[in-house]
């Protein structure tokens, strides 16, 4: 039974330009959440998916956006990358919404 | 706004020792959960607690929940190389289908 699985694992990206992250959630999770991770500090939310629909909003500007396909699968997109979203980035799954979350591994994405 | 305070920030403990941290709200938390990170690695849900005054046990660690819900500890007992990490304690934002706010966790050092 795999968990949560997060591509790539690893991305360097230059100012401006636009990234894709992936995740697939644990089987018999419907929901999914990402996280932005800076070095030492605590997991920040960026939002949640349900019904492939975003449900809730942290935070964070326009230049974040997600999506959930029908296989529950997400993905985070983050256009005109700024040197501050250099981050460890983090997506978790829940079987329901406000259920414990599992996490993946994450995507560490550095900007240059 | 909500203020959760995790304190200590970090701990450095002799193994065999015992070890604490605490999480303070402001106002009163519909439940509260327990996530260790370990060094390059990812949350790992340890607990949930949502009764005033619950306490739950697993092997070494005995999780609290305060009588008025706006306090929480996490006491490890006899630590253990195997315990050092970041334990954040978390809450959901928005009541119980909310997503997770993260402290800043409390980073525990263990010397052999």
């Known amino acids: 039974d795999a968990g949560v699985t997060q591509s790539p694992t690893h991305l360097i990206k230059t100012r401006g330009q636009q990234v894709t992250l992936r995740c697939s959630p644990k089987s018999g999770h419907d929901t999914v959440s990402w996280y932005q991770q800076a070095l030492g500090q605590g997991p920040q939310f960026i939002f949640q998916?349900?019904?492939?629909?975003?449900?809730q909003r942290g935070n964070f500007p326009d230049r974040f956006s997600g999506h959930q396909f029908p296989n529950y699968s997400s993905e985070l997109n983050v256009n005109a990358l700024l040197l501050g979203d250099s981050a460890l980035y983090l997506c978790a799954s829940s079987p329901r919404v406000g259920q414990p979350q599992h996490f993946g591994d994450g995507t560490r994405l550095s900007i240059l | 706004g909500q203020q959760v305070m995790q304190i200590p920030q970090y701990q450095h403990v002799q193994e065999g020792e015992d070890f604490t941290t605490y999480c303070n709200s402001s106002t009163t938390l519909s439940n509260i959960q327990w996530y260790k990170q370990r060094p390059g690695g990812h949350p790992v849900f340890l607990i949930q607690l949502v009764k005033s005054g619950e306490v739950k046990k697993q092997k070494r660690l005995t999780f609290q929940f305060g009588e008025a819900k706006k306090n929480s500890s996490l006491h490890i007992t006899a630590t253990q190389t195997t315990d050092v990490g970041t334990y954040f304690c978390t809450w959901n934002y928005g009541g119980s289908q909310g997503n997770l706010i993260f402290g800043k966790g409390t980073k525990l050092s263990v010397k052999p």
């Open positions: 998916y349900y019904e492939e629909e975003e449900r």
